[in-house]
């Protein structure tokens, strides 16, 4: 297991990781006994997906396809959740700055407020924002993640799946990582 610093991220990623770590081992359980698949299961799916070992094949390879993909969803949205505090407090902090230095002449008075609109409300913006500050291969993974998150979530249309699949300490790591750049 990878060490992760931010405390939120850390927290999700175990939490994570012990639901692959549970669903491999009972999918290992199933390799060669479909019955273990009707053990997993609620009831009421008991004997659906047991019916041949094909069958049983399929449902446990789209489980672990739906927990991967989910698990993206949430490492994602838990650094956006993190990162986005993090600029809000930024902009307050810049805000007051130029609320309280700047000088007010009527012109630059009315348009001040603009120059220091809180705007960014999507990760595609945070990613423009860290363009050119952090490190480039750190950047470009985030990227990445951020355009297999959006794979996923919009139902896997109109866009490629990513080149790239990254494991979930490898997602982990990035983010992590990224939150330390902003840090800094």
Same mark, same amino acid.
């Given at each position: 297991m990878v060490t992760i610093n931010n405390e939120v991220l850390k927290e999700v990623y175990h939490q994570l990781k =012990?639901?692959? &770590?549970i669903v491999q081992k009972e999918i290992r359980l199933v390799n060669g006994n479909k019955w273990h698949l009707d053990k997993m299961v609620?009831?009421?799916?008991?004997?659906? #997906? @047991?019916?041949? %070992?094909? =069958?049983? %094949? =399929? $449902? @446990?390879?789209? +489980?672990?396809?739906t927990a991967y993909d989910n698990s993206v969803i949430a490492l994602v949205a838990t650094f956006e959740r993190v990162v986005f505090a /993090? #600029?809000?407090?930024? #902009? *307050?902090?810049?805000?007051n700055?130029?609320? @309280?230095h700047s000088v007010k002449p009527l012109d630059y008075y009315n348009s001040r407020a603009k120059f220091i &609109?809180? *705007?960014v409300e999507y990760l595609a913006e945070i990613l423009h924002l860290l363009e050119g500050i952090i490190?480039?291969?750190? $950047?470009? /993974? +985030?990227?990445i993640l951020k355009d297999h998150r959006n794979y996923i979530s919009h139902g896997k249309r109109g866009a490629k799946p990513p080149a790239v699949e990254f =494991?979930?300490? %490898?997602?982990? @790591?990035? +983010?992590d990582g990224v939150i330390r750049e902003i840090e800094k």
């Amino acid at each position: 297991m990878v060490t992760i610093n931010n405390e939120v991220l850390k927290e999700v990623y175990h939490q994570l990781k =012990t639901i692959d &770590n549970i669903v491999q081992k009972e999918i290992r359980l199933v390799n060669g006994n479909k019955w273990h698949l009707d053990k997993m299961v609620p009831e009421e799916l008991s004997k659906v #997906y @047991t019916i041949k %070992q094909k =069958t049983a %094949q =399929t $449902f @446990t390879d789209n +489980l672990t396809r739906t927990a991967y993909d989910n698990s993206v969803i949430a490492l994602v949205a838990t650094f956006e959740r993190v990162v986005f505090a /993090k #600029y809000k407090t930024s #902009y *307050g902090s810049i805000r007051n700055t130029v609320m @309280t230095h700047s000088v007010k002449p009527l012109d630059y008075y009315n348009s001040r407020a603009k120059f220091i &609109n809180d *705007g960014v409300e999507y990760l595609a913006e945070i990613l423009h924002l860290l363009e050119g500050i952090i490190d480039d291969t750190l $950047f470009d /993974k +985030l990227r990445i993640l951020k355009d297999h998150r959006n794979y996923i979530s919009h139902g896997k249309r109109g866009a490629k799946p990513p080149a790239v699949e990254f =494991t979930l300490d %490898q997602i982990a @790591t990035t +983010l992590d990582g990224v939150i330390r750049e902003i840090e800094k």
